[in-house]
Antibody, heavy 126, light 108 residues
Framework: QVQLVESGGGVVQPGKSLRLSCAASGFMFTNYGMHWVRQAPGKGLEWVAVIWYDGSNKYYADSVKGRFTISRDNSKNMLYLQINSLRAEDTAVYYC???????????????????WGQGTLVTVSS | EIVLTQSPGTLSLSPGERATLSCRASQSVSSSYLAWYQQKPGQAPRLLIYGASSRATGIPDRFSGSGSGTDFTLTISRLEPEDFAVYYCQQYGSAPLTFGGGTKVEIK
């Protein structure tokens, strides 16, 4: 069965960095684009970033561009999100999600998400 | 960017009743590329509907989606106790993909 397991969250001071990981299993990881979606406490869902199945293309939400970096290691079935210069507004549960079907446009790629991890909480606080 | 507005914000119903949730887009959603998710407290979202009306794998047929253009609806024909949750719509027909603010279906 498809499993996505995030890790790496925690309490971090503003301005610091953090790397989130997502371990994938139960499907052919190399065939799928993967995304990060976040949810601030008590709030709705916000798309963060996408990486193509082979890692050749990456797109980001404007709110995180320049600070977040998505990457993947297909040999290990792992997805990552490097978060730099953390801000209070980055406090959220971060989910990795698998594309059910993806589409690409000139500025970014979109998809709906058929599987989600359980999420990892990032709290930015001094 | 397409803004999705969900209404009502909260829906108070009893088990066995019919739930009708609305998702309105600020622009037409291309090819009806609209999905619905269910989220329970402390859990990840779960895909219910994609392509506006196609049920995801394992989703009971009491869940149905409809609509096109700018107006979409999620209907739960008869609410089961496990259906009380927050529901989000999401468009993926244009970039960036966006989510609605959610509708909470609570027990009356």
């Amino acid at each position: 069965q498809v499993q996505l397991v995030e890790s790496g969250g925690g309490v971090v001071q503003p301005g610091k960095s953090l790397r989130l990981s997502c371990a994938a299993s139960g499907f052919m990881f190399t065939n799928y684009g993967m995304h990060w979606v976040r949810q601030a406490p008590g709030k709705g869902l916000e798309w963060v970033a996408v990486i193509w199945y082979d890692g050749s293309n990456k797109y980001y939400a404007d709110s995180v561009k320049g600070r977040f970096t998505i990457s993947r290691d297909n040999s290990k079935n792992m997805l990552y999100l490097q978060i730099n210069s953390l801000r209070a507004e980055d406090t959220a549960v971060y989910y990795c999600a698998r594309e059910g079907q993806g589409f690409c446009f000139s500025t970014s790629c979109t998809a709906y998400f058929d599987y989600w991890g359980q999420g990892t909480l990032v709290t930015v606080s001094s | 960017e397409i803004v999705l507005t969900q209404s009502p914000g909260t829906l108070s119903l009893s088990p066995g009743e019919r739930a009708t949730l609305s998702c309105r887009a600020s622009q037409s959603v291309s090819s009806s590329y609209l999905a619905w998710y269910q989220q329970k407290p402390g859990q990840a979202p779960r895909l219910l509907i994609y392509g506006a009306s196609s049920r995801a794998t394992g989703i009971p047929d009491r869940f149905s989606g409809s609509g096109s253009g700018t107006d979409f609806t999620l209907t739960i024909s008869r609410l089961e106790p496990e259906d009380f949750a927050v529901y989000y719509c999401q468009q993926y027909g244009s970039a960036p993909l966006t989510f609605g603010g959610g509708t909470k279906v609570e027990i009356k």
